[in-house]
């Protein structure tokens, strides 16, 4: 159905989810089910994974060495697809919330829940709850925000603000936090803090955007945990969006046309490197196209595709599924393009007046030490991260792909590298790509199997998950580099 062409009768027709805000058939029955798929996605095949997991002895180590519940948990199983940025992920996060650092255990846990309830995350609030009372955390806590120290309530307006809208983040929020008289944050402490929200606003677009399934609960009669549908809402069991039912490309193009779109690419991609070494843009070109770029996004629309129905005709037949708000203040508060037409000018982050090398590593050091260096590595290994094979390609030169990727995502959240044409995104990044990119950043929860199976359909699963390594990496670094100028500027 077209978006212009909606009308009152064809609106009857249709309910819209409260929960992932998807636009169903009233004529669909709805029944709740066990998760669609066995093994740890409900987008990539199990066997794929399983394979993965037995050859590699390596996995199996870091769980024992680094995993908090001790046990080889889905996200792991599906990182596992790439063994070398999984060490610098799971010594990283085991470090945030295991090692020793300004925050108490309890509360590094319940920092986590806060981040993963902006999306709606189910899966990673289930694996928090858990975690938070076995690490002494008072379950009354679990009840919601009303029932928390008056200090992490504080907190509530930065975690909306880099889940959704990092940019608007400024001194004067820092000064709020740090100088609350008894409820104040030290500087370490909010450090501290600051990472942990935005490791696990960016975690949430890893598991919406691989379709991590909930895990299986061994003192649950039928092995799964009925709260956590996860981003298989209860609506999708009725919206043919699982693994048998859904169309192998999600459109209408067969095999033939994925090779030659395979293909294309590999041809735009040759011939950029042959451009970029003719010849090279003037910066005021190169300043055109980032702001084209970045109105262009305005029109990616992410996974709400009718939502020029008019709100009224679905507010009889909502579908409500498990509550989360609890944990979060302001749930309407969510992404705004950073090039919003009509809104006053915001200023474009430029990379290179405040960048991760060489003012947010060495920040994040001294107010919290070594998480910088952990945290450095890991945003290396996945932009470096490369097989050189693209599909059924080997010996590809990947780096031109891999930053077009990680550049975008920085569009999106205002942020611009002087040196970098973002005439490529547009020559790389084909349209359905960018649909699913725009929402597993901004819009994770809305991520469903047909938006991850419509682009780059000859390529493999492992080279999609590294897709969503990259993106999940590169909106951390968006949040934390927001945060850490802001700081920056509190201390200067």
Known sequence: ???????????????????????????????????????????????????????????????????????????????????????????????????????????????????????????????????????????????????????????????????????????????????????????????????????????????FGSGINPERDPEISNGFRLISVNNFCVCDLANDNNIE?????????GIVDSLSELEALM????????????????????????????????????????????????????????DVSRYIEDPGFGYEDFARRGEEHLPTFRAQDYTWENHGFSLVNRLYSDIGHLLDEKFRMVYNLTYNTMATHEDVDTTMLRRALFNYVHCMFGIRYDDYDYGEVNQLLERSLKVYIKTVTCYPERTTKRMYDSYWRQFKHSEKVHVNLLLMEARMQAELLYALRAITRHLT
């Not at 709740?32 to 990539?44: D, E, K, M, N, Y």
């Not at 063994?83 to 945030?96: D, H, W």
């Not at 039912?245 to 193009?253: D, E, K, M, Q, Y």
């Not at 970045?294 to 709100?311: A, R």
Request: net charge negative; aromatic share 8%; hydrophobic share 35%.
């Open 1 to 207: 159905m077209n978006r212009g062409s909606s009308s009152p009768s064809a609106a009857a027709n249709y309910l819209l989810c409260t929960n992932c805000r998807k636009v169903l058939r009233k004529d669909k029955r709805i029944r709740v089910s066990q998760p669609l798929t066995r093994g740890p996605s409900a987008f990539i095949p199990e066997k794929e994974v399983a394979q993965a997991n037995t050859v590699d002895e390596r996995t199996n180590f870091l769980v024992e060495e680094y995993s908090t519940s001790g046990r080889l948990d889905n996200i792991t199983q599906v990182m596992s697809l790439h063994t070398q940025y999984l060490e610098s992920f799971l010594r990283s996060q085991f470090y945030m919330l295991r090692m020793d650092g300004p925050l108490p255990l309890p509360h590094r846990h319940y920092i986590a829940i806060m981040a993963a309830a902006r999306h709606q995350c189910s899966y990673l609030i289930n694996m928090h709850v858990d975690e938070f009372l076995k690490t002494g955390g008072i379950a009354e806590w679990l009840n919601g925000l009303e029932y928390v120290p008056q200090r992490l309530k504080n907190l509530n307006e930065i975690n909306k603000l880099l889940a959704h809208r990092p940019w608007l983040i400024t001194k004067e929020h820092i000064q709020k936090l740090v100088k609350t008289g008894e409820n104040n944050w030290s500087l370490p402490e909010l450090v501290h803090a600051v990472v942990l929200l935005a490791h696990y606003h960016a975690l949430a677009s890893f598991v």
């Open 245 to 253: 039912n859904a169309s192998l490309t999600g459109s209408n193009f």
């Open 267 to 322: 041809e735009r991609m040759k011939r950029l490197q042959e451009e970029r070494e003719d010849e090279e843009a003037s910066q005021e070109e190169m300043t055109t196209r980032f702001e084209k770029e970045k109105k262009e996004s305005l029109f990616v629309v992410s996974g709400d595709t009718f939502h020029s129905f008019p709100h009224s005709d679905f507010e009889d037949d909502m579908i409500i599924t498990s």
